[in-house]
């Protein structure tokens, strides 16, 4: 069964933000797909940046603490 699938439609792909079957080795299966595809990794790479601005607030912060219990300790 798995094999008559595969020589009807053979090896193939499917687009990441659609899903339909676009050709092996492909990501996206238009311009509006890919679009979309570039908004939502800005998304992702924005989040992401943000996460470090956060990661390294909080360290300051731990840093501070620290500083100021040796200091008024
Ligand atoms: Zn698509």
Known sequence: MS???EEKWG???HCVICGIAI??????????CKAKYKEEEEKYKKQQK?????IGIMG???VIMFLLSYVYG
Do not use: R, W
């Open 23 to 32: 050709p092996e080795g492909e990501k996206l299966c238009s311009e509006i």
């Open 3 to 5: 094999k008559k699938f």
């Open 11 to 13: 090896p193939h792909s």
């Open 50 to 54: 943000f996460s470090y601005l956060f």
């Open 60 to 62: 300051a912060v731990v």
